[in-house]
């Protein structure tokens, strides 16, 4: 099976720009997970999302936002974005709720 | 809320060495428990986990890790490390539920030839 896919790998924005990330899951996992890494901060969960309804999120404001498709991919969108966006965004899918998550290369934003 | 605690942020070792990177959490329920690794250029992948049952788990690699629940520890061993272990290695935690998951800040392992 392929791995979880998350496009693109890299994007350089400017302050104030949106962006929308992707995520294709693994086939066959449904629950899709989103976290943000940064060297400050760490790992970070931002929202989780299963049948295409959020199902938990975490304490990110609401400029950070996200959906899941009827196959499962999922996309995250930052809006006005800001200097401390910049981070390695993780795109993580599970098979059901008591499985382990697998991880995607993720998509290194950088905001100049 | 929960947190994880990992209290080394960097370990260098020499080949075949013994290795143990301590993880303990804070929750009061039930807990799945995890580690990753993540090694340089790479997507963080999953080492071992523990869900129920056995509380000494064995995972890929040669790595293993004890439950102990009074002590709200998942503590990652290998008896022997290689070059090839160096990486960063991140513990987490999720409730019963197994929905999001807290990660600890992570320890960088460096293991010298």
């Known amino acids: 099976k392929a791995g979880v896919t998350q496009t693109p790998r890299y994007l350089i924005k400017t302050r104030g720009q949106q962006v929308t990330l992707s995520c294709s899951p693994i086939s066959g996992h449904r629950s899709v997970s989103w976290y943000q890494q940064t060297p400050g901060q760490g790992l970070q969960f931002l929202f989780e999302?299963?049948?295409?309804?959020?199902?938990n999120k975490g304490n990110f404001p609401g400029r950070f936002s996200g959906r899941q498709f009827s196959n499962s991919r999922s996309e995250m969108n930052v809006s006005t974005l800001e200097l401390g966006d910049s981070a390695l965004y993780l795109c993580?899918?599970?098979?059901?709720?008591?499985?382990?998550?697998?991880f995607g290369d993720g998509t290194r934003l950088s905001i100049l | 809320a929960q947190s994880v605690s990992q209290h080394n942020h960097h370990v260098i070792l020499s080949e075949a060495a013994s290795l143990e990177l301590g993880c303990n959490y804070s929750y009061g329920g039930t807990v799945n428990l995890f580690w990753y690794v993540q090694y340089p250029g790479q997507h963080l992948q999953l080492l071992l986990k523990y869900f129920s049952g056995d509380p000494l788990v064995k995972g890929i690699k040669g790595f293993e890790a004890e439950f102990i629940k009074s002590k709200f520890s998942f503590n990652l061993r290998k008896p022997s490390v290689q070059w090839s272990d160096t990486a960063e290695y991140f513990c987490?935690?999720?409730?019963?539920?197994?929905?999001?998951?807290?990660f600890g800040s992570g320890t960088q392992l460096t293991v010298l030839p």
């Open positions: 999302y299963f049948s295409e309804t959020q199902r």
């Open positions: 987490a935690v999720s409730p019963g539920s197994a929905r999001q998951l807290t």
């Open positions: 993580a899918s599970r098979e059901g709720s008591n499985q382990p998550q697998h």
